[in-house]
Nanobody, 127 residues
């Protein structure tokens, strides 16, 4: 059974930084594209960033490009999201997700292409 556990959320002022982590178990982590999504109150869950299993190819939503950095440590089965220059509109619950299939390209950024999800961690950015 795949388990994904996010940590690192919190309250930060605009312009500040946070680093989210996701601990994964129950899957061969090094073979799965991993992603971060977020969901703000009253809004649909949206794609934030993804990183292919090879640790090289990354994808970002336009809204976070240049501010957020996704990374992974395949030896430690962990996924990270470094968030800098945070804005109030980044406020949301952030979810870690594993792709449906091993060795996927990760180019499909829809939530439906990810099969396992964590419980989420709240990020609140004050103005």
């Amino acid at each position: 059974q795949v388990q994904l556990a996010e940590s690192g959320g919190g309250l930060v002022q605009a312009g500040g930084s946070l680093r989210l982590s996701c601990a994964a178990s129950g899957l061969t982590f090094s073979t799965y594209t991993m992603g971060w999504f977020r969901q703000a109150p009253g809004k649909v869950r949206e794609f934030v960033a993804a990183i292919r299993w090879n640790r090289i190819t990354t994808y970002y939503a336009d809204s976070v490009k240049g501010r957020f950095t996704i990374s992974r440590d395949n030896a430690k089965n962990t996924l990270s999201l470094q968030m800098n220059s945070l804005k109030p509109e980044d406020t949301a619950v952030y979810y870690c997700a594993a792709h449906l299939r091993a060795y996927s390209s990760g180019s499909d950024k829809s939530a439906a292409s990810f099969g396992s999800w964590g419980q989420g961690t709240q990020v609140t950015v004050s103005a």
